[in-house]
């Protein structure tokens, strides 16, 4: 166990900064830990043989490394595409998928039904959460990135100038399906909030338009968030790429009540913060590249720094600008889960430690 | 509006089959393939990378009027070719190796062709060999490298260790491009250049023609 026994999991911190308030102790939020970061806070207790196994080890890992939450993925909603496998390449492009091409591809598409996942997962699981610690659900991506992994990148682009109804069709296709998704995660009492994981940018602008997002994207998250709400929940997005030309859709349109995923080259989580306090939860953002760059004892100062900055207004939550990947130096992801850890132990994690 | 002024707007407007359709009305009418290269699709395309910049357009946009570029470029490239009328230049592009992102690597292809320039693309995931090799055999004037990741930018500088080795430095010039990148780590490994996006790859390659011209 890495957190202190004293700092119990609660998801009524997390809740504290999803509602823009000053949580009692600092909060830490992360989307996905690496495969070897959730082995480093599990030790002996980390599991991978099945896919329960898999899940609790995520609970696990959360609880250890002082978290309110574990996210899940209920697995089963995966649009098949194709994919070009190079054995030493780190990275794909957007353009692989390409199975739909034109409407008869799109007729004869097989789409995965909602059918296929067993929510019943989350209830199982939740014999291994903290009594205090809620789920919180992702997708297997979004609806734009699942269109654009059906149909390619640059495929997509020149479908929407060439054929717009089959465009709308395919992304009421993807859209209603994560929709359903959602809906039935937020039947479970486990769950405390949900994360719409769509990457909507790239580090100079979104993807398509925010025109075309706001006729073909925006719609089912409106919808979705509304429907997290009523169930008396949360919706995090999170959403990678630059977003000032989005940002007043995803607060006041889609009413998303924090946004995760900040990257110093487009606007580093600090001053994020200082545009977002009070109007949107900031979740994370210490960007990924300079958490595996810099040394330890840098990532300390700065993720110390981001806490004294929020701990007046709140509506902050401590983690990585977008995950922790395993290239990530262990070191330099403990310094991080290690300044929250510290804080709290100032004078209620009000006073300037320095 | 004259026909030129409407080849333009074509592409502007991202009206490939319009653009197409007026290309062969200017050359019916014997308007010479350089002058609708010069007078018609250079300026287009700058226009286009200068609503990209500002914002007003994004990829599906740039991606459509490359389209109308290109059904122009297609009829007027034999003719230019016959013509003998030269390119601006010659630019060998790829995404290093270990990396399959292609989407920037492409835009800033299709922006330096607009731009009048010769693009050989060597494609996705390439090693330091394949770019000596086609700097080896094809003798541009520049070579883009792309990035996505501070996992694969790191094989970059291996690239140029690799055509300093090859002899070929002082041949060729080095611009360096992706997210990762910046213009202090494209110094730090000795590259000529570093551009953040594609419309300010085709202003850096401009400068550093004017800067050689001049030299």
């Known amino acids: ?354 | 509006m004259t026909l030129i002024e409407k080849l333009k707007n074509a592409i502007i407007d991202v009206q490939p089959k319009k653009a197409e359709e007026t290309t062969h009305e200017l050359l019916t009418q014997g308007v010479g393939a350089a002058e609708i290269l010069n007078q018609a699709l250079i300026p287009g395309m700058d226009e286009v990378g200068r609503l990209f910049k500002e914002g007003e357009y994004y990829v599906p946009e740039v991606l459509v009027a490359a389209k109308a570029m290109n059904a122009t470029l297609s009829l007027i490239e034999p003719l230019l070719v016959q013509g003998g009328v030269p390119r601006r230049g010659k630019i060998v592009i790829g995404t290093i190796e270990g990396d399959l992102h292609d989407i920037g690597k492409n835009l800033v292809s299709m922006m330096l062709k607009g731009a009048g320039y010769a693009i050989i693309d060597l494609g996705v995931d390439v090693n330091a060999n394949q770019f000596v090799e086609a700097i080896q055999n094809e003798q541009p004037d520049y070579v883009a490298i792309s990035a996505l990741l501070t996992s694969t930018m790191v094989n970059i500088p291996h690239v140029i260790q690799s055509i300093r080795t090859a002899g070929l430095r002082n041949r060729v010039r080095v611009l360096v491009g992706g997210a990762p990148l910046t213009q202090a780590y494209a110094e730090e490994i000795g590259a000529d250049g570093y551009a953040p996006d594609a419309s300010e790859a085709v202003s850096l390659v401009r400068q550093m023609d004017q800067a050689r011209a001049g030299t």
């Open chain 1, 1 to 354: 166990m890495f957190r202190s026994q004293n700092r119990e999991p609660d998801f009524e911190n997390l809740k504290q900064v999803l509602q823009k308030k000053a949580p009692p102790r600092a909060v830490l939020f992360e989307f996905l830990l690496g495969e070897n970061k959730e082995k480093r806070l599990t030790g002996t207790e980390f599991r991978s043989s099945s896919e329960f196994d898999r899940v609790v080890t995520t609970i696990k890992a959360f609880d250890s490394g002082g978290y309110d939450f574990a996210p899940i993925i209920v697995r089963g909603l995966v649009f098949e595409r194709k994919s070009h496998f190079v054995s030493h390449a780190l990275t794909k492009s957007l353009n692989e998928g390409s199975v739909i091409t034109d409407r008869q591809s799109f007729e004869n598409y097989a789409w995965p039904e909602i059918e296929n996942c067993d929510f019943s997962i989350i209830s199982k699981a939740a014999s291994y959460l903290h009594p205090k610690a809620k789920f919180i659900p992702f997708s297997h991506d979004g609806i734009l990135e699942n269109v654009i992994g059906i149909v390619g990148y640059e495929r997509l682009c020149l479908m929407l100038y060439e054929d717009e109804p089959l465009v709308s069709a395919i992304f009421f296709e993807v859209g209603k399906r994560i929709h359903s998704y959602f809906k039935a995660c937020l039947s479970y009492p486990e769950v405390g909030a949900v994360i719409l994981n769509d990457d909507w940018g790239f580090n100079t602008h979104t993807l398509i338009s925010p025109k075309a997002l706001r006729k073909y994207v925006f719609p089912w998250y409106k919808e979705i968030v509304v429907m997290t709400h009523d169930n008396g929940k949360y919706a995090i997005l999170h959403s990678c790429g630059r977003y000032d030309a989005i940002i007043e859709d995803i607060i006041g349109d889609m009413r998303f009540d924090a946004r995760h995923s900040y990257e110093d080259g487009i606007t580093p989580v600090e001053t994020a913060y200082e545009a977002l306090k009070g109007r949107l939860a900031v979740l994370g953002g210490m960007d990924v590249g300079f958490m595996a760059r810099s040394g330890a004892e840098e990532i300390y100062e700065r993720s110390t720094r981001m806490l004294r900055r929020s701990a007046g207004l709140g509506g902050y939550a401590l983690g990585s600008g977008n995950s922790i990947p395993d290239y990530i130096p262990d070191e330099n992801y403990l310094a991080m889960l290690q300044a929250a850890f510290d804080w709290e132990n100032r004078e209620g994690g009000r006073d300037d430690p320095n």
